[in-house]
T-cell receptor, first 114, second 115 residues
Framework: AQSVAQPEDQVNVAEGNPLTVKCTYS??????LFWYVQYPNRGLQFLLK??????LVKGSYGFEAEFNKSQTSFHLKKPSALVSDSALYFC????????????FGKGTTLSVSS | DSGVTQTPKHLITATGQRVTLRCSPR?????VYWYQQSLDQGLQFLIH???????AKGNILERFSAQQFPDLHSELNLSSLELGDSALYFC??????????????FGEGSRLTVL
């Protein structure tokens, strides 16, 4: 069975500082990995994905994520955080071979202070 | 705007009742997924339909059912409602099947409150 772990319920950073939101996954086949962001009372918005190829993936709003197969991780990063980045972030995984549904982690609340 | 439309946005009902949530996917998307978001369970996958056929089931209760119609819109039916069914229900759509690399596009959700 596939699963996703986001070990931190909340991450606090100061504006202008780099941020990292952690994600580890477990699938039996090839992982398709995704990051989504949710603002209050809104649906989830797609940020970026890793399917194959370069391990460093760039996405929307200056976010990027690095796929690390040996550590089964897909951490979300941004070089310089903005107050407007404050939101709930979800990591998700799908088993590319089995064609299973997208399974989400519990989510990490990012709080960026000014 | 993701292009996925969900109605109603808010719904308040009583225990034991039945409700129907509706989802219109993005134009051209054949897959529809339903998810339930609650504070204690997080975002749980319920069910996936592709071009009218059920393709995968997740943690969907027997009191819940769904279908996808020929025009590709989908409905999620929740019956014999309990207090614990109060949650935000999301619909998402994608072009193809789950085995492909396409991302899901989410609607704004339907917030169900069971009193």
């Amino acid at each position: 069975a596939q699963s996703v772990a986001q070990p931190e319920d909340q991450v606090n950073v100061a504006e202008g500082n780099p941020l990292t939101v952690k994600c580890t996954y477990s699938v039996s086949g090839n992982p398709y990995l995704f990051w989504y962001v949710q603002y209050p009372n809104r649906g989830l918005q797609f940020l970026l994905k890793y399917i194959t190829g370069d391990n460093l993936v760039k996405g929307s709003y200056g976010f990027e994520a690095e796929f690390n197969k040996s550590q089964t991780s897909f951490h979300l990063k941004k070089p310089s955080a903005l107050v407007s980045d404050s939101a709930l972030y979800f990591c998700a995984v799908r088993d590319g071979q089995a064609g299973t549904a997208l399974i989400f982690g519990k989510g990490t609340t990012l709080s960026v202070s000014s | 705007d993701s292009g996925v439309t969900q109605t109603p946005k808010h719904l308040i009902t009583a225990t034991g009742q039945r409700v129907t949530l509706r989802c219109s996917p993005r134009s051209g998307d054949l897959s529809v997924y339903w998810y339930q978001q609650s504070l204690d369970q997080g975002l749980q996958f319920l069910i996936h339909y592709y071009n009218g056929e059920e393709r995968a089931k997740g943690n969907i209760l027997e009191r819940f059912s769904a279908q996808q119609f020929p025009d590709l819109h989908s409905e999620l039916n929740l019956s014999s409602l309990e207090l614990g069914d109060s949650a935000l229900y999301f619909c998402a759509s994608s072009v193809g099947l789950a085995g492909e690399g396409g991302e899901l596009f989410f609607g704004e959700g339907s917030r169900l409150t069971v009193l």
